[in-house]
């Protein structure tokens, strides 16, 4: 029996994930349905509640920033063979070096200070996942389990921060000053008045330029080959001459500095004030969004926005219907990412089989040559 052949890349990219993201939809539906509730009404309810209106699309596009940038963060170190599962910690604990920076400029305008807290953001989030990069890279401690011990790491740092150094004398909340109007980034509702009232803002555009950059730096540098390289056969890379080592800690810096901005987002964009747990598991939802999208950027962005239509939408659905909790959501989740990630690959040898059986094999050019016989 020959070997499968390969799926074609659009069959790879947008055929199996559709399939598994409807497999996941039905099943959901099922569930809707064995605990007594209409299944298309739900399923119009978060839709609705995602895409219904301006305030609901712009709630959808808030969520999905945080989401693109640890999709991303997760793309990045997967594509050097890297499992970065500390996008959790990165974007926490960069929320220290952004409301630092914050504070300290609030007599500038926003335009100033959203750069600023990005490269604080960069820096702060970047030096958390180097950490575990250089551990890997110098001792081989597995990325894996040093990431998560940094989790919580960066949870325990940032209690003691919040409480003992940033909260204001005669404040009981947990939480730090808020920064000055001047210096807060504006929301995309003042310019378009479709997005009014929304959280939505400034840090959407920058997460779109992000997916261009981080395409382009992993398929147009040689960098971005280094790392793809490594990822594919570290063994190789080693007798070409690269540096394992150096890899690994820059592209785990570069993982951590995008989680990073999912505290930009939050803080200058949102909260506009340190608050604790703001980053609300958007980390781990990353590592969806990655996996959904193949580690690529655009399905990235596309995987981004279902799971913002999902969060909010799920915000919604409560409310339309109640016999439904907003849990309801974190299961359809649950099974989205089962059916797109843990089990990815469980329709994969049937569309092979599939397009085998309607493409016909190549053809192998016969390169022998004829024998002429000489009368000599």
């Not at 007594?36 to 709630?59: D, E, H, K, R």
């Not at 820096?123 to 894996?144: D, N, T, Y």
């Not at 500095?257 to 930009?264: E, I, K, R, T």
């Not at 359809?332 to 049937?350: K, S």
């Amino acid at each position: 029996m020959s070997a499968l052949r390969p799926l074609p890349r659009w069959a790879d990219i947008i055929l199996l994930p559709l399939i598994n993201l409807s497999l996941a939809f039905i099943v959901s539906g099922i569930v809707v349905f064995a605990i007594g509730q209409n299944p298309l009404a739900a399923l119009q309810a978060i839709v609705t509640g995602a895409f219904g209106s301006g305030y609901n699309f712009g709630y959808t596009l808030y969520y999905s920033t945080n989401f693109i940038f640890t999709g991303l963060a997760v793309a990045v170190a997967a594509h050097a063979g890297l499992f970065n599962i500390g996008g959790n910690g990165q974007a926490y604990i960069a929320g220290l070096g952004v409301i630092l920076v914050a504070l300290a400029m609030q007599a500038f305008p926003w335009w100033l200070t959203f750069p600023a807290a990005i490269l604080a953001a960069a820096a702060v989030g970047g030096f958390w996942a180097f950490i575990p990069g250089w551990l890997q890279a110098k001792r081989g401690s597995h990325v894996v389990i040093t990431t998560i011990m940094f989790n919580f790491i960066a949870a325990a740092i940032m209690v003691y921060m919040v409480v003992n150094v940033l909260k204001p004398p005669g404040t009981l909340a947990p939480e730090s000053a808020m920064i000055a109007p001047e210096a807060r980034m504006p929301k995309l509702g003042a310019f378009i008045p479709w997005f009014k009232n929304t959280d939505v803002n400034f840090s959407l555009v920058f997460a779109l330029l992000c997916l261009v950059g981080v395409y382009f730096l992993i398929w147009r540098t040689r960098f971005g080959f280094a790392m793809r390289a490594l990822g594919h056969n570290p063994t190789a890379t080693r007798y070409a001459g690269m540096s394992n080592s150096r890899i690994i800690m820059i592209v785990m810096t570069l993982s951590g500095a995008l989680a990073g901005m999912v505290a930009v987002n939050q803080v200058v964009g949102v909260q506009y004030r340190l608050v604790l747990d703001y980053v609300a598991d958007a980390g781990f939802v990353g590592i969806a969004v990655a996996l959904m999208g193949r580690n690529h950027p655009v399905g990235i962005l596309f995987a981004a926005l279902l799971f913002g239509a999902l969060y909010q939408g799920g915000n919604e659905l409560q409310y339309v219907i109640p016999g439904l909790s907003k849990e309801m959501v974190v299961v359809i989740q649950a099974l989205v990412i089962l059916f797109t990630g843990a089990m990815e690959g469980m329709f994969r040898p049937g569309l092979q089989r599939l397009f085998s059986a309607l493409t016909p094999a190549p053809k192998v050019a016969a390169t022998g040559r004829d024998t002429v016989k000489s009368g000599s």
